[in-house]
């Protein structure tokens, strides 16, 4: 499945309320949504300027929601799903953030410390509206550099 516009996307995230199907997350009791928000404000903490890295904290927990019950196939399913809407920098983020081993560049290590640290119940990561501009942004960026080729 492929998402074709940052509204999509934005239903897809509000769908994330009150769904539990990852790894870790009922230990943290804090649901999807609530894990891509408190992902995506560390990220905005420790790299304001990359918003890239911030939409791919944001976006990397779409995958149960994607592909039920098959975890394995969370991260490619979520990178699938936003490749062409937001580049290919981020999916590549989403695909691999779970990949064992030593993280390939700063960036995945910094959204797989991020995306361990974002299970904390009754922390304060603002609301997914706030997200709307920064995904209008990347989602835009992106167009544009496609319409090039
Ligand atoms: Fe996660």
Redesign the pocket.
Known sequence: MELRSVEELMDLLYACRGSWD?P??LRGRVD?HQ??LQ?AALLRRRRPADKELQVAGLV??IGPLLRPGDAAAHPAGAADAVRGLLGERVARLVRE??RSGRPADDDLARLRQA??E?RAPGVDAGVLEDWRTVLDLVAARNSRLGAVD
Do not use: P
Request: aromatic content about 0%; proline content about 0%.
């Open positions: 990852a870790g997350l999807l894990h891509a992902t990397h927990a953030h779970h995306d361990e974002a």
